[in-house]
């Protein structure tokens, strides 16, 4: 039996109390409001055969970004996959993706994702996981280009057209199209107030573009809207963190990093990627940050093996050096070189495994060597996922390299082309301040 979803999708479902439920769980898995998981449980509950029902649970739990969830992914895929004599064409596609997914294959799965939007436009639960997928693995290109495509299908009329602006407003910005991007952002959020991957959108925008007055004030006038009960709020967090760094107010960034980054200990790797990124580059900054790295190396410690994703690992390596933790570096590299697979085995060769022989290399004392691994891997940066904001990380330990390295000239390069980029921000003054005085001091 067929019913029709809120956009005008076909679903292969009888029951509308488990209908009624899924989009429950869609609008707070738009949103990351909430516990989307628990509704969409529930929905399986009333009807155990509905199939989107078990498409969009293993959807959710890939876009988490996480090896531990891949028994949940697979147990919800098989339960789809043993229904797939009921399912129409678009929930077996469905199928077939998430089982690439499995597979370790991300591109051909993030690739069936998007082809089900050909003639599926409205499939909101394939448009959101490709689009994740797209940022996952750093197609920058595609995230503008997916959510475009499909646009002309969608309208004010249509439920979730707000959620697909603010999606857009992202893929924009990453492609550089920064006033688009605040106007598609601020457009969504004129839809829907409450959501916070389009303020997210506009937040990198104003990252981007060194409006540090502009991206604090964004984000604490709007924080009732995207903070309260929201799952996806530590990255928001994390960019208002970001902006205080940028002004040198490392007391800020420290206290939101204690009570809103990571007010707790978690093992959710989204939340542990963005509290290494901040105590890293707080680290670059020369700030003492007590001990906080312990305990989040003894977070990462358990994932050291994983060879899952290689942004993070990247990160995983990041806590592993600056907590000391020598015998977790080592199992975590040996890991990457033995244990990838699939599309991550050539994240993990073209940028994992260099970024992190570079960290180490850092951690170490050995700039030089981090220098040369960090100059093959940034221009290639984007192949293992991540924002621009995300791996800026990179380029910043490049340049705090060639500071501590003495190279004058590269530095000069690196710190022209940041401050040719955010000339405004403290930051970027204190960079060319540093570069000039040290120029002195070798001329004199």
Request: with cysteine.
């Amino acid at each position: 039996m067929s019913m029709l979803d809120q956009r005008g999708v076909p679903v292969s479902t009888g029951n509308r109390a488990s209908l009624a439920r899924y989009e429950e769980a869609l609008e707070l898995f738009h949103g990351y409001f909430g516990n989307p998981l628990a509704v969409i449980d529930a929905a399986i509950a009333e009807d155990p055969h509905f199939i989107m029902g078990h498409c969009l649970r293993a959807g959710m739990l890939i876009t988490a970004g996480e090896k531990a969830l891949l028994p949940a992914i697979r147990q919800s895929n098989d339960a789809a996959a043993a229904l797939s004599h009921r399912a129409n064409d678009r929930e077996r596609r469905h199928i077939a993706a998430a089982r690439a997914w499995l597979d370790g294959d991300y591109e051909r799965a993030v690739a069936q994702y998007g082809d089900i939007l050909i003639g599926h436009p409205r499939d909101a639960v394939a448009l959101q996981i490709a689009h994740i997928g797209d940022f996952l693995l750093g197609q920058s290109r595609r995230l503008c280009d997916r959510v475009g495509r499909v646009l002309p299908a969608w309208d004010a009329s249509v439920a979730g057209y707000g959620y697909v602006l603010g999606m857009h407003a992202f893929g924009l910005e990453e492609n550089a199209r920064y006033d688009d991007a605040e106007a598609a952002g601020r457009r969504a959020l004129e839809l829907n107030r409450r959501d916070p991957w389009a303020v997210h959108a506009v937040a990198h925008v104003m990252e981007m573009q060194g409006r540090l007055d502009d991206g604090i004030e964004w984000l604490t006038r709007r924080e009732a809207d995207w903070a309260p009960d929201n799952g996806f709020a530590f990255h928001n967090w994390w960019h208002l963190a970001l902006y205080h760094l940028e002004r040198g107010e490392f007391g800020r960034v420290l206290e939101l990093y204690d009570t809103r980054i990571r007010p707790q200990s978690s093992a959710v790797v989204l939340e542990m990627i963005d509290a290494t990124s901040m105590l890293w580059r707080l680290h670059l900054r020369g700030v003492d940050t007590g001990d906080r790295w312990r305990e989040l190396a003894d977070a990462w410690e358990p994932l050291a093996q994983d060879a899952y994703l290689a942004f993070n690992d990247m990160h995983a390596m990041m806590s592993f050096v600056a907590a000391g933790r020598d015998d977790a570096a080592d199992r975590l590299l040996a890991s990457m070189e033995s244990t990838a697979r699939g599309t991550n085995a050539m994240m993990t060769r073209e940028v994992g495994l260099p970024a992190c022989r570079a960290v180490r290399a850092f951690g170490d004392g050995d700039f030089a060597r981090a220098i040369a691994l960090l100059r093959s891997a940034c221009p290639v940066a984007h192949r293992f996922g991540g924002s621009h904001a995300q791996r800026d990380v990179l380029s910043r330990t490049l340049l705090e390299a060639a500071i501590r390295a003495g190279d004058s000239h590269l530095t000069r390069e690196l710190a022209a082309e940041r401050h040719r980029r955010k000339p405004a921000t403290p930051f970027s003054r204190e960079l060319w301040q540093r570069w000039l005085s040290s120029s002195a001091r070798q001329a004199a």
